[in-house]
Protein backbone atom coordinates (compact mmCIF):
# COMPACT_ATOMS: atom_id res chain seq x y z
CA UNK A 1 0.00 0.00 0.00
CA UNK A 2 1.04 3.69 -0.80
CA UNK A 3 -0.05 6.91 1.01
CA UNK A 4 -1.35 9.78 -0.08
CA UNK A 5 -0.73 10.38 -3.93
CA UNK A 6 1.31 6.67 -4.67
CA UNK A 7 4.83 8.29 -4.51
CA UNK A 8 6.31 6.84 -0.95
CA UNK A 9 5.11 3.76 0.86
CA UNK A 10 3.55 3.78 3.86
CA UNK A 11 6.39 2.90 5.71
CA UNK A 12 8.23 6.16 4.21
CA UNK A 13 5.78 8.45 5.07
CA UNK A 14 7.14 10.13 8.41
CA UNK A 15 5.90 12.69 10.68
CA UNK A 16 8.45 15.06 12.60
CA UNK A 17 7.19 15.47 15.93
CA UNK A 18 8.70 19.01 15.64
CA UNK A 19 8.39 21.11 12.72
CA UNK A 20 12.26 20.76 10.39
CA UNK A 21 13.67 23.06 8.27
CA UNK A 22 15.55 21.56 5.28
CA UNK A 23 18.30 23.46 4.59
CA UNK A 24 19.64 22.52 1.28
CA UNK A 25 16.99 21.61 -1.39
CA UNK A 26 17.68 21.33 -5.10
CA UNK A 27 13.99 21.85 -6.09
CA UNK A 28 15.04 22.96 -9.22
CA UNK A 29 16.61 19.53 -10.40
CA UNK A 30 14.61 18.30 -13.27
CA UNK A 31 13.49 15.54 -11.62
CA UNK A 32 11.37 17.57 -9.67
CA UNK A 33 9.77 18.95 -12.89
CA UNK A 34 6.54 16.70 -13.28
CA UNK A 35 5.52 16.60 -9.67
CA UNK A 36 6.80 19.11 -7.40
CA UNK A 37 3.10 20.04 -6.05
CA UNK A 38 3.05 16.55 -4.75
CA UNK A 39 6.47 16.37 -3.45
CA UNK A 40 5.60 19.78 -1.85
CA UNK A 41 2.59 18.38 -0.08
CA UNK A 42 4.58 15.25 1.06
CA UNK A 43 6.78 17.96 3.19
CA UNK A 44 4.02 19.43 4.24
CA UNK A 45 2.35 16.49 6.15
CA UNK A 46 5.93 15.39 7.29
CA UNK A 47 5.89 18.74 9.64
CA UNK A 48 7.94 20.51 7.13
CA UNK A 49 7.44 24.23 7.49
CA UNK A 50 10.46 25.91 5.75
CA UNK A 51 12.82 24.85 2.58
CA UNK A 52 15.83 26.86 1.68
CA UNK A 53 16.58 25.88 -2.03
CA UNK A 54 19.80 25.59 -3.41
CA UNK A 55 21.41 28.49 -6.19
CA UNK A 56 24.32 27.05 -7.78
CA UNK A 57 24.39 28.52 -11.08
CA UNK A 58 22.63 30.82 -13.44
CA UNK A 59 20.03 28.30 -13.92
CA UNK A 60 18.83 26.84 -10.69
CA UNK A 61 19.54 30.43 -8.95
CA UNK A 62 16.62 31.66 -11.53
CA UNK A 63 14.53 28.34 -11.12
CA UNK A 64 14.73 28.57 -6.82
CA UNK A 65 13.63 31.76 -6.59
CA UNK A 66 10.99 31.46 -9.07
CA UNK A 67 9.44 28.98 -7.15
CA UNK A 68 9.77 31.09 -3.76
CA UNK A 69 7.44 33.66 -5.32
CA UNK A 70 4.71 30.79 -5.35
CA UNK A 71 1.76 29.90 -3.29
CA UNK A 72 3.66 26.86 -1.61
CA UNK A 73 2.56 24.55 1.31
CA UNK A 74 6.24 25.11 2.80
CA UNK A 75 7.58 28.40 2.85
CA UNK A 76 10.64 28.39 0.44
CA UNK A 77 13.67 30.68 0.40
CA UNK A 78 16.77 30.30 -1.79
CA UNK A 79 20.30 30.77 -1.73
CA UNK A 80 22.12 32.55 -4.60
CA UNK A 81 26.22 31.46 -5.69
CA UNK A 82 28.10 29.30 -7.98
CA UNK A 83 29.43 25.29 -7.10
CA UNK A 84 33.26 25.21 -7.03
CA UNK A 85 32.23 22.30 -9.91
CA UNK A 86 31.35 25.46 -12.16
CA UNK A 87 34.19 27.54 -11.02
CA UNK A 88 35.84 28.01 -13.99
CA UNK A 89 33.01 29.25 -15.39
CA UNK A 90 33.04 32.62 -13.16
CA UNK A 91 33.14 35.74 -14.28
CA UNK A 92 32.58 39.12 -13.66
CA UNK A 93 29.07 38.72 -15.98
CA UNK A 94 28.09 36.08 -13.49
CA UNK A 95 29.41 38.16 -9.91
CA UNK A 96 26.64 40.89 -11.23
CA UNK A 97 24.09 38.16 -11.78
CA UNK A 98 24.53 36.71 -8.40
CA UNK A 99 24.93 40.39 -6.57
CA UNK A 100 21.76 41.03 -8.32
CA UNK A 101 19.49 37.80 -6.84
CA UNK A 102 21.37 38.54 -3.20
CA UNK A 103 19.00 41.97 -3.37
CA UNK A 104 16.19 39.71 -3.87
CA UNK A 105 14.24 39.02 -0.34
CA UNK A 106 13.60 35.73 -1.00
CA UNK A 107 17.36 35.03 -1.57
CA UNK A 108 18.70 34.57 2.37
CA UNK A 109 22.42 33.49 1.82
CA UNK A 110 25.62 33.64 -0.45
CA UNK A 111 26.13 29.88 -2.16
CA UNK A 112 26.53 27.03 -2.67
CA UNK A 113 30.22 28.23 -2.91
CA UNK A 114 33.54 26.55 -1.50
CA UNK A 115 36.02 24.02 -2.39
CA UNK A 116 35.78 20.37 -3.82
CA UNK A 117 38.98 18.55 -4.97
CA UNK A 118 37.47 15.29 -4.98
CA UNK A 119 36.53 15.56 -8.55
CA UNK A 120 38.15 18.03 -11.71
CA UNK A 121 35.44 19.67 -12.35
CA UNK A 122 37.02 22.81 -12.18
CA UNK A 123 41.24 23.56 -10.85
CA UNK A 124 41.87 24.22 -7.62
CA UNK A 125 43.08 27.78 -8.33
CA UNK A 126 39.87 28.46 -10.51
CA UNK A 127 38.10 27.07 -7.22
CA UNK A 128 39.90 29.72 -5.09
CA UNK A 129 39.00 32.49 -7.08
CA UNK A 130 35.91 32.17 -7.32
CA UNK A 131 35.67 31.31 -3.69
CA UNK A 132 37.25 34.50 -3.04
CA UNK A 133 34.87 36.59 -4.89
CA UNK A 134 32.02 34.47 -2.80
CA UNK A 135 33.34 35.48 0.45
CA UNK A 136 33.47 39.08 -0.58
CA UNK A 137 29.94 39.39 -1.74
CA UNK A 138 29.29 37.81 1.84
CA UNK A 139 31.16 40.07 4.02
CA UNK A 140 29.93 43.40 1.71
CA UNK A 141 26.25 41.99 1.69
CA UNK A 142 26.84 40.66 5.43
CA UNK A 143 24.05 37.45 4.45
CA UNK A 144 24.81 34.19 5.29
CA UNK A 145 27.34 31.72 3.58
CA UNK A 146 26.23 28.35 2.11
CA UNK A 147 29.32 26.31 1.96
CA UNK A 148 30.47 23.33 0.15
CA UNK A 149 33.39 21.30 0.90
CA UNK A 150 35.16 18.23 0.02
CA UNK A 151 38.88 16.75 0.05
CA UNK A 152 39.98 19.98 0.52
CA UNK A 153 39.52 21.27 4.34
CA UNK A 154 42.92 22.69 4.93
CA UNK A 155 42.75 25.05 1.90
CA UNK A 156 38.91 26.00 2.73
CA UNK A 157 39.80 26.90 6.98
CA UNK A 158 43.22 28.48 5.45
CA UNK A 159 40.68 30.83 3.25
CA UNK A 160 37.72 31.20 5.57
CA UNK A 161 40.32 31.98 8.97
CA UNK A 162 41.61 34.41 6.88
CA UNK A 163 37.97 36.12 6.10
CA UNK A 164 36.65 35.24 9.85
CA UNK A 165 36.61 38.91 10.70
CA UNK A 166 34.90 40.25 7.91
CA UNK A 167 31.61 37.51 6.78
CA UNK A 168 29.01 37.05 9.12
CA UNK A 169 27.84 33.13 9.72
CA UNK A 170 28.14 30.71 7.95
CA UNK A 171 27.65 26.86 6.98
CA UNK A 172 29.56 24.11 6.56
CA UNK A 173 26.41 22.17 4.34
CA UNK A 174 26.82 18.51 3.99
CA UNK A 175 30.02 18.33 6.22
CA UNK A 176 31.17 14.80 5.66
CA UNK A 177 34.86 15.65 6.59
CA UNK A 178 37.36 14.35 9.40
CA UNK A 179 37.34 15.17 13.23
CA UNK A 180 40.02 17.84 12.49
CA UNK A 181 38.11 19.05 10.24
CA UNK A 182 35.19 19.65 11.40
CA UNK A 183 36.99 21.16 14.67
CA UNK A 184 38.38 23.62 12.45
CA UNK A 185 34.93 24.61 11.54
CA UNK A 186 33.77 24.72 14.73
CA UNK A 187 36.45 26.83 16.11
CA UNK A 188 35.61 29.37 13.72
CA UNK A 189 31.83 29.21 14.79
CA UNK A 190 30.31 27.65 11.82
CA UNK A 191 27.38 25.88 11.70
CA UNK A 192 27.38 22.22 10.70
CA UNK A 193 24.82 20.59 7.92
CA UNK A 194 23.95 17.16 8.28
CA UNK A 195 22.72 14.57 5.59
CA UNK A 196 21.35 11.19 4.92
CA UNK A 197 25.24 10.99 4.43
CA UNK A 198 25.56 9.34 8.05
CA UNK A 199 22.78 6.76 6.86
CA UNK A 200 25.55 4.79 4.47
CA UNK A 201 26.87 2.28 5.76
CA UNK A 202 30.02 2.25 3.16
CA UNK A 203 31.29 5.88 3.56
CA UNK A 204 29.13 7.94 6.02
CA UNK A 205 29.64 5.32 9.79
CA UNK A 206 32.16 8.55 10.73
CA UNK A 207 29.54 10.93 10.72
CA UNK A 208 27.68 8.94 13.76
CA UNK A 209 30.25 9.41 15.88
CA UNK A 210 31.16 12.80 14.70
CA UNK A 211 27.72 14.49 14.79
CA UNK A 212 28.00 13.97 18.65
CA UNK A 213 30.38 16.45 18.91
CA UNK A 214 28.43 18.92 17.32
CA UNK A 215 27.31 21.56 19.22
CA UNK A 216 23.55 21.65 19.58
CA UNK A 217 23.15 25.59 18.54
CA UNK A 218 25.56 24.82 15.79
CA UNK A 219 23.75 21.68 14.22
CA UNK A 220 21.24 21.98 10.97
CA UNK A 221 19.62 19.66 8.76
CA UNK A 222 19.12 18.97 5.43
CA UNK A 223 18.28 16.57 2.58
CA UNK A 224 20.40 18.03 -0.52
CA UNK A 225 17.61 15.94 -2.61
CA UNK A 226 17.39 14.41 -4.88
CA UNK A 227 20.98 13.35 -3.85
CA UNK A 228 22.27 11.22 -0.99
CA UNK A 229 18.86 9.15 -0.10
CA UNK A 230 19.27 7.34 2.97
CA UNK A 231 20.81 3.98 2.30
CA UNK A 232 19.13 2.67 5.49
CA UNK A 233 15.33 3.46 4.70
CA UNK A 234 12.73 0.56 6.35
CA UNK A 235 11.43 0.54 2.66
CA UNK A 236 12.44 0.54 -1.00
CA UNK A 237 11.59 3.63 -3.03
CA UNK A 238 11.26 3.09 -7.09
CA UNK A 239 14.19 5.24 -8.17
CA UNK A 240 16.74 6.67 -6.09
CA UNK A 241 15.26 10.19 -5.84
CA UNK A 242 15.46 11.84 -2.41
CA UNK A 243 12.65 14.36 -1.20
CA UNK A 244 12.33 16.67 1.37
CA UNK A 245 9.79 14.48 3.01
CA UNK A 246 12.39 11.96 4.28
CA UNK A 247 14.26 14.56 6.61
CA UNK A 248 12.09 13.40 9.71
CA UNK A 249 13.99 10.20 8.83
CA UNK A 250 17.41 11.96 8.93
CA UNK A 251 16.55 13.69 12.05
CA UNK A 252 15.69 10.20 13.44
CA UNK A 253 18.81 8.54 13.08
CA UNK A 254 20.77 11.97 14.25
CA UNK A 255 18.79 11.77 17.64
CA UNK A 256 19.75 7.74 17.65
CA UNK A 257 23.29 9.02 17.80
CA UNK A 258 23.20 11.60 20.02
CA UNK A 259 21.18 9.35 22.30
CA UNK A 260 17.68 12.21 22.38
CA UNK A 261 14.87 12.31 21.46
CA UNK A 262 13.67 13.24 17.53
CA UNK A 263 11.63 16.31 19.27
CA UNK A 264 14.84 17.63 20.53
CA UNK A 265 16.82 17.29 17.14
CA UNK A 266 13.77 19.07 15.57
CA UNK A 267 13.85 22.57 17.77
CA UNK A 268 17.17 22.71 18.43
CA UNK A 269 18.25 22.59 14.31
CA UNK A 270 14.70 24.31 13.54
CA UNK A 271 15.52 27.34 15.71
CA UNK A 272 19.36 27.31 14.39
CA UNK A 273 17.99 27.32 11.04
CA UNK A 274 15.76 30.02 11.91
CA UNK A 275 17.77 32.09 13.62
CA UNK A 276 21.38 31.33 10.81
CA UNK A 277 19.03 32.53 7.63
CA UNK A 278 16.75 34.95 9.57
CA UNK A 279 13.50 32.94 8.37
CA UNK A 280 10.87 34.43 10.67
CA UNK A 281 8.45 32.23 12.31
CA UNK A 282 5.38 30.91 10.99
CA UNK A 283 2.18 32.32 11.11
Not at 144 to 167: C, K, T, V, Y
Not at 272 to 278: H, S
Request: charged fraction near 25%.
Amino acid sequence: MTHGDGMLPDALCFQSPEPLIDIGANLAHESFQKDLDAVLERAARANLTAMVLTGTDRASIEASVELTQRENPVALYATAGLHPHHAGDFDSSLKRFIEDFLDHPRVLAVGECGLDYHRDFSTPADQRRAFEAHLEMAARTQKPLFLHERDAGSDMLDMLRQWRDEIGPAVLHCFTGDRDTLYGYLDLDLYIGQTGWLCDERRGEHLRELVVDIPGNRLMIETDCPYLLPRNLPAKLKGRRHEPALLPWIAREIALCRGVSEAVIARDTTANARRFFNIPDPA
